[in-house]
């Protein structure tokens, strides 16, 4: 099993920022692709950025130029730094992992853009 723990989210006015982190652990064998996932209100899950296993980025165009997805050497954390925030963003987020033909989830951390 592999657990994943997100850390960073809140609230913040239009315009600024906030950092993202999550960590994994546990039977990580086969790590492939990590990154980010949210849900906006009333629509379904969508990708917003993620590092694949060969270490490219992937972003959804509606946050490139704003938000940077970084993991660190070890592979076990991965970052989003987000900028620019705009209530758009407003959104649960999931921490996302691939770990050979499985895929796991975070349980989820709350970003709210508002003035």
């Known amino acids: 099993q592999v657990q994943l723990v997100e850390s960073g989210g809140g609230l913040v006015r239009p315009g600024g920022s906030l950092r993202l982190s999550c960590t994994a652990s546990?039977?990580?064998?086969?790590?492939?692709?990590m990154g980010w996932y949210r849900q906006d209100p009333g629509i379904g899950r969508k990708m917003v950025a993620m590092v694949t296993s060969t270490d490219s980025t992937i972003y959804d165009d509606s946050v490139k130029g704003r938000f940077t997805v970084s993991r660190d050497s070890a592979k076990i954390t991965v970052s989003l730094q987000m900028d620019s925030l705009k209530p758009g963003d407003t959104a649960l987020y999931y921490c996302?992992?691939?770990?050979?033909?499985?895929?796991?989830w975070g349980e989820g951390t709350q970003v709210t853009v508002s003035s």
């Open positions: 996302y992992l691939r770990n050979g033909h499985e895929n796991y």
């Open positions: 546990g039977s990580i064998f086969r790590l492939k692709d």
